[in-house]
């Protein structure tokens, strides 16, 4: 799946699940982390397919939390080199917008590790789509989508824990 696919994909599944509506760009910045443990496990595991999942998790947080920001452009329009760089070497002068940046690097980086695994982020791109795609779930009080399988968390916790 090419990124502009995937994008379109993503923000009709977000918005049929209210994250945009109910999200946060920080809820989905801290989704991406919890992700990148996961990432950070296949790797330490050497599971090429948990790896390529984790790096397609992350590229959905990145396109939730960039269609939550205040950036206007969406990953896919506002990186088109991504799309055509065949090396794995993603450079632009994004001048002194740092919004644009933090966007433009994230994704370049999960597309260098890609890379590095042996894997094109399409591949990455469908693992993500074929897991999320008929996930339900509902967002907590913290602007997070809490999957299904996920609801059991201890109403103390939640309260006395969880405000960001």
């Known amino acids: 799946m090419n990124i502009e696919d995937f994008c379109d994909k993503v923000e009709g599944w977000a918005t049929e699940r209210g994250i945009y509506q109910h999200g946060t760009e920080a809820g989905q910045w801290l989704k991406a982390l919890s992700e990148f443990g996961e990432l950070c496990d296949g790797i330490a595991k050497a599971r090429k397919g948990e790896v390529m999942d984790a790096i397609g998790d992350i590229a959905v947080c990145i396109v939730n939390a960039n ?19 065949p090396d794995g070497v993603f450079i ?20 260098t590790l890609a890379s590095h695994f042996g894997l094109s982020y399409g591949q990455c791109f469908d693992a993500a789509w074929d897991e999320i795609r008929d996930r339900k779930g509902h967002m907590n009080k913290n602007g997070v989508f809490i999957k299904e399988n996920d609801f059991e968390v201890p109403k103390a916790w939640d309260e006395k824990h969880t405000n960001l």
């Open 92 to 111: 632009q002068d994004l001048g002194n917008n740092l919004l644009e940046k933090q966007y433009y690097n994230a994704m370049c980086s999960l597309m």
């Open 67 to 85: 269609n939550l920001s205040d950036y206007p452009d969406r990953v896919d329009k506002a990186f088109p080199e991504i799309l055509v760089a």
